[in-house]
């Protein structure tokens, strides 16, 4: 067991500067209106540094830097850009445990969790990128004898990406990596939340980049996610996060053309079939560790399996089990070593979390563990904590409907196939899904009947970079992860040649 | 009787008169999803585009301000009908559009079920 100093005190292995200005050009450049904001780490409540308070006209210093790299940046090699991105990774895994330790302490997650998911995933992503931009082939079509049409893969430009607070660096990475690997330059805007560990990051890996290839403007979404996702400078948005600022990201770039990727989160079900029992073996103990993956990240992952639906013939059986493996989680201090569940990562996050429970009482749903907030005491007390939840219900309370974001499952029983699969379909999203069944037949008919993006069968949160992630429904539109990624950060150019000699005789 | 689904809390209601003198009339849209989904967010007035696919659910009558409008999207609708809705302000730092993130406030949304008056009043059983 270790319990890793906090960043900024005595034997930690990891500093957070007292301020961050933007990242512009390759080079720290103060926020044009001057004004900064605190950011505190949600393992205290306590602010542990301060950040630019981006407004329009850093985006536009932000856009001028992009735009004067992004040209030679596009000209590139493959080979070149396969190399920064795997000297990035490098880099990264050289300095694991630090970066660790700054993401835990910024977003208030578990350390277990960064050490062995969020980093670890986002050097491989950015490898898996590196690799696959090597391997990508543009096309030759053999129109007739003398007319051939070719195929070749351009950057987009400029692009801009907004990014959420649950997994800030991985989440960052999974769009860096696909878009400097296609060759374009890019704006991002991090999370107000956890605006902080991404600069820990460009501390590590900056000089490895071109002078704007990559820019960052931290601030808020009025002042500073409106103006990049609104601007006419940019040739495509990016964003993670909710519908309603989906919808606005789409109108803005409706006004200016351009094409968007959108990820707004999901209701995921997670379906536990009779078979899964028939057996007390280790694939039984393998489904109970899926179900309390609702607990993982603190629930706040857009694809938690919040909606937990299990076969009549093994309910009270299994509810019972998950029940007690879920009291089993550890809850305690993010940056020891053994605990499993965190901070949630601000305090509007805490109070949405309950005021969730506070309605999934009211309108009836069965507490069978949890249910309330978490004071750990001493200086956690200050805190954002919740105990991990079981609710029991049905499908139509709101609990079972929208994404609270927490450690909050909602388990709910069904009787035979078809009604597992009109359940779990009853949903405005179509995001993630789990599976769980010793029958590969009902697994298989499950997994291609939901309606969402990615079916985990017999398996639950994983997050490899070659497998493509993204949402049926309300969920968004477009993918990441996969080499299919690609396509969204590039133009298709046709160079539509001739080599005869011979007129068409028209005129 | 005639029932209203929506409100805003004292605390609330002050934030948004701050927020109109700056902003102008505002309204709301209810989100859903995921990060800071659920969450109400509070726009200038036709910054979002509302259309068919929404439903009004009513005005907030706050004094000295236009009556702030509230939406939220007909599908997601269907599943929140039952409940009517508080707005309220917590400390905190959503991210999204909403106008109120600097301020270093959230608006949130806090809800109770329709009484069976209510739920008369709606049409609803």
């Given at each position: 067991m270790t319990t890793y100093a906090a960043?900024?005190?005595?034997?930690?292995i990891v500093s957070y500067e007292s301020r961050y200005d933007h990242f512009i050009g390759g080079e720290y450049v103060p926020p044009a209106k001057g004004q900064y904001f605190e950011n505190p780490t949600?393992?205290?409540?306590?602010?542990?540094t301060e950040i630019a308070r981006g407004t329009a006209d850093d985006v536009e210093r932000a856009l001028d830097a992009a735009h004067g790299a992004a040209p030679a940046w596009g000209k590139t090699s493959v080979a070149e850009r396969a190399t920064i991105l795997n000297r990035i990774a490098d880099r990264m895994e050289a300095n694991l445990e630090a970066l660790a330790v700054a993401e835990s302490w910024e977003n208030g997650k578990a350390v277990r969790e960064t050490l062995n998911a969020d980093i670890p995933l986002a050097i491989d992503h950015f490898r898996y990128f590196a690799g696959a931009i090597r391997a990508q082939e543009g096309g030759v079509s053999?129109?007739?004898?003398d007319t051939i049409a070719y195929h070749f893969h351009e950057p987009l430009g400029v692009v801009g990406q907004i990014i959420p607070w649950n997994f800030p660096i991985l989440m960052a990475t999974w769009k860096l990596a696909p878009t400097l690997a296609a060759g374009n330059a890019v704006v991002l805007k991090p999370a107000e939340q956890t605006p902080a560990s991404i600069h820990v990051l460009m501390s590590l890996i900056s000089d490895l980049l071109p002078p704007g290839a990559v820019n960052i403007v931290n601030g808020f979404g009025v002042e500073a996610g409106k103006p990049l996702a609104s601007n006419r400078r940019i040739s495509k948005i990016a964003f993670t996060g909710e519908t309603t600022t989906g919808r606005l990201i789409m109108q803005y770039a409706s006004e200016n053309l351009i094409p968007v990727t959108l990820e707004l989160g999901g209701k995921s079900p997670n379906i536990f079939f009779d078979d899964v029992a028939s057996a007390d073996d280790a694939y039984y103990d393998k489904a109970l560790e899926g179900f309390t993956m609702f607990a993982l990240n603190q629930g706040e992952v857009c694809t938690c399996p919040s909606r937990a639906l299990i076969q009549a013939g093994i309910y009270d059986r299994f509810l019972s089990d998950v029940t007690e493996r879920t009291k089993a989680v550890k809850q305690g201090h993010p940056l020891d070593t053994e605990t499993m569940i965190g901070a949630q990562a601000s305090n509007d996050q805490y109070e949405k979390i309950l005021s969730y429970i506070d309605i999934g009482k009211q309108e009836?749903?069965?507490?069978?563990?949890g249910g309330e907030p978490a004071d750990l005491g001493g200086e956690l007390s200050g805190g954002y904590y919740v105990q991990p939840t079981i609710f029991e219900g049905h499908n139509k309370m709101r609990s079972f409907q929208e994404e609270i974001f927490g450690p909050v499952v909602s388990v709910a029983k069904f009787d035979d196939y078809d009604d597992a699969i009109k359940t779990a379909n009853d949903t405005l999203y179509g995001l993630g899904a789990g599976v769980w069944s010793r029958n590969g037949n009902v697994a298989y008919r499950a997994g291609r009947d939901i309606q969402a993006g990615r079916v985990w069968v017999n398996n639950y949160h994983a997050y490899p970079a070659h497998a493509a992630f993204g949402g049926y429904k309300q969920s968004g539109i477009g993918r990441e992860n996969h080499s299919m990624m690609l396509d969204h950060y590039q133009q298709t150019k046709n160079l539509l040649v001739n080599y005869s000699e011979n007129k068409l005789g028209f005129f | 009787m005639t029932a209203e689904r929506v409100a805003v809390t004292p605390k609330a209601a002050d934030l948004l008169r701050s927020l109109a003198d700056t902003h102008g009339p505002l309204m709301f849209h209810q989100s859903g999803g995921c990060c800071d989904g659920s969450a109400p967010m509070c726009y200038p007035a036709g910054e979002f585009r509302t259309g068919?696919?929404?439903?009004?659910l009513g005005d907030l009558t706050v004094d000295g301000i236009d009556p702030v409008p509230v939406w939220m999207s007909a599908s997601q609708f269907e599943y929140w009908q039952h409940t009517h809705l508080t707005i309220d302000v917590v400390p905190g730092r959503g991210s999204g559009?909403?106008?109120?993130?600097p301020v270093g406030v959230r608006f949130l949304i806090r809800s109770r079920l329709l009484t069976d008056d209510e739920l008369r009043a709606f049409g609803l059983v």
């Amino acid at each position: 067991m270790t319990t890793y100093a906090a960043p900024g005190t005595a034997g930690s292995i990891v500093s957070y500067e007292s301020r961050y200005d933007h990242f512009i050009g390759g080079e720290y450049v103060p926020p044009a209106k001057g004004q900064y904001f605190e950011n505190p780490t949600p393992v205290t409540g306590q602010p542990f540094t301060e950040i630019a308070r981006g407004t329009a006209d850093d985006v536009e210093r932000a856009l001028d830097a992009a735009h004067g790299a992004a040209p030679a940046w596009g000209k590139t090699s493959v080979a070149e850009r396969a190399t920064i991105l795997n000297r990035i990774a490098d880099r990264m895994e050289a300095n694991l445990e630090a970066l660790a330790v700054a993401e835990s302490w910024e977003n208030g997650k578990a350390v277990r969790e960064t050490l062995n998911a969020d980093i670890p995933l986002a050097i491989d992503h950015f490898r898996y990128f590196a690799g696959a931009i090597r391997a990508q082939e543009g096309g030759v079509s053999e129109i007739d004898g003398d007319t051939i049409a070719y195929h070749f893969h351009e950057p987009l430009g400029v692009v801009g990406q907004i990014i959420p607070w649950n997994f800030p660096i991985l989440m960052a990475t999974w769009k860096l990596a696909p878009t400097l690997a296609a060759g374009n330059a890019v704006v991002l805007k991090p999370a107000e939340q956890t605006p902080a560990s991404i600069h820990v990051l460009m501390s590590l890996i900056s000089d490895l980049l071109p002078p704007g290839a990559v820019n960052i403007v931290n601030g808020f979404g009025v002042e500073a996610g409106k103006p990049l996702a609104s601007n006419r400078r940019i040739s495509k948005i990016a964003f993670t996060g909710e519908t309603t600022t989906g919808r606005l990201i789409m109108q803005y770039a409706s006004e200016n053309l351009i094409p968007v990727t959108l990820e707004l989160g999901g209701k995921s079900p997670n379906i536990f079939f009779d078979d899964v029992a028939s057996a007390d073996d280790a694939y039984y103990d393998k489904a109970l560790e899926g179900f309390t993956m609702f607990a993982l990240n603190q629930g706040e992952v857009c694809t938690c399996p919040s909606r937990a639906l299990i076969q009549a013939g093994i309910y009270d059986r299994f509810l019972s089990d998950v029940t007690e493996r879920t009291k089993a989680v550890k809850q305690g201090h993010p940056l020891d070593t053994e605990t499993m569940i965190g901070a949630q990562a601000s305090n509007d996050q805490y109070e949405k979390i309950l005021s969730y429970i506070d309605i999934g009482k009211q309108e009836g749903a069965r507490v069978v563990t949890g249910g309330e907030p978490a004071d750990l005491g001493g200086e956690l007390s200050g805190g954002y904590y919740v105990q991990p939840t079981i609710f029991e219900g049905h499908n139509k309370m709101r609990s079972f409907q929208e994404e609270i974001f927490g450690p909050v499952v909602s388990v709910a029983k069904f009787d035979d196939y078809d009604d597992a699969i009109k359940t779990a379909n009853d949903t405005l999203y179509g995001l993630g899904a789990g599976v769980w069944s010793r029958n590969g037949n009902v697994a298989y008919r499950a997994g291609r009947d939901i309606q969402a993006g990615r079916v985990w069968v017999n398996n639950y949160h994983a997050y490899p970079a070659h497998a493509a992630f993204g949402g049926y429904k309300q969920s968004g539109i477009g993918r990441e992860n996969h080499s299919m990624m690609l396509d969204h950060y590039q133009q298709t150019k046709n160079l539509l040649v001739n080599y005869s000699e011979n007129k068409l005789g028209f005129f | 009787m005639t029932a209203e689904r929506v409100a805003v809390t004292p605390k609330a209601a002050d934030l948004l008169r701050s927020l109109a003198d700056t902003h102008g009339p505002l309204m709301f849209h209810q989100s859903g999803g995921c990060c800071d989904g659920s969450a109400p967010m509070c726009y200038p007035a036709g910054e979002f585009r509302t259309g068919g696919s929404d439903v009004h659910l009513g005005d907030l009558t706050v004094d000295g301000i236009d009556p702030v409008p509230v939406w939220m999207s007909a599908s997601q609708f269907e599943y929140w009908q039952h409940t009517h809705l508080t707005i309220d302000v917590v400390p905190g730092r959503g991210s999204g559009f909403s106008l109120e993130a600097p301020v270093g406030v959230r608006f949130l949304i806090r809800s109770r079920l329709l009484t069976d008056d209510e739920l008369r009043a709606f049409g609803l059983v």
